[in-house]
T-cell receptor, first 110, second 117 residues
């Protein structure tokens, strides 16, 4: 059965800290890994990763995929209170359209 | 069941036909969401049900799309007169009732991959 596991489940940090969120997967016929930020109703798309070792960057956020380790990390540097959200990882695979992890709830306090 | 389930997992249909997609949320989750994900793109919100309140249909792309939910259980998303641009993965998620501040975690189903030929 395809599976995506995120860690930690929740995290509380102070503004300015750097955080690393983890996502590991066990799927058949991996195609891509996606990261989302969920603040309100609908998660917003952050990154899509298909190739190992290539970092994707957007402002203070960056992410990289390691296909050998079947995992990805999402880094947020110089965190701000606006970064508080649930961060979701999902994997596109051959047997199921999309498999989501349970998410990491990040709280950034001033 | 243990999680959100959706059926079918894959659906191939001819242009112009109607399709119905089903979502079974986690028992006790009053909120239910439908999303669409086109290839290589992010999640697109379609519709949101919360308890017995009127659904938020603000994301439905056209009047060919409709969804129903009976109480706090199963939901069906119907697409009439399908077009090729409807080809996508349709995802359902459920959660506890969102509060006024922080959202509750959404639990996603595996999705239905719709291909319109």
């Amino acid at each position: 059965e395809d599976k995506v596991v995120q860690s930690p489940l929740s995290l509380v940090v102070h503004e300015g800290d750097t955080v690393t969120l983890n996502c590991s997967y066990e799927v058949t016929n991996f195609r891509s890994l996606l990261w989302y930020k969920q603040e309100k109703k609908a998660p917003t798309f952050l990154f899509m990763l298909t190739s190992s070792g290539i970092e994707k960057k957007s402002g203070r956020l960056s992410s990289i995929l390691d296909k050998k380790e079947l995992s990805s990390i999402l880094n947020i540097t110089a965190t701000q209170t606006g970064d508080s959200a649930i961060y979701l990882c999902a994997v596109e695979a051959g047997n199921t359209p999309l498999v989501f992890g349970k998410g990491t709830r990040l709280s950034v306090i001033a | 069941g243990a999680g959100v389930s959706q059926s079918p997992s894959n659906k191939v249909t001819e242009k112009g036909k109607d399709v119905e997609l089903r979502c079974d949320p986690i028992s006790g989750h009053t909120a239910l969401y439908w999303y669409r994900q086109r290839l290589g793109q992010g999640l697109e919100f379609l519709i949101y049900f919360q308890g017995n309140s009127a659904p938020d249909k603000s994301g439905l792309p056209s009047d060919r799309f409709s969804a129903e939910r009976t109480g706090e259980s199963v939901s069906t998303l119907t697409i009439q007169r399908t077009q090729q641009e409807d080809s996508a993965v349709y995802l359902c998620a459920s959660s506890l009732a969102p509060g006024s501040g922080y959202p509750y975690e959404q639990y996603f189903g595996p999705g239905t991959r719709l291909t319109v030929t």
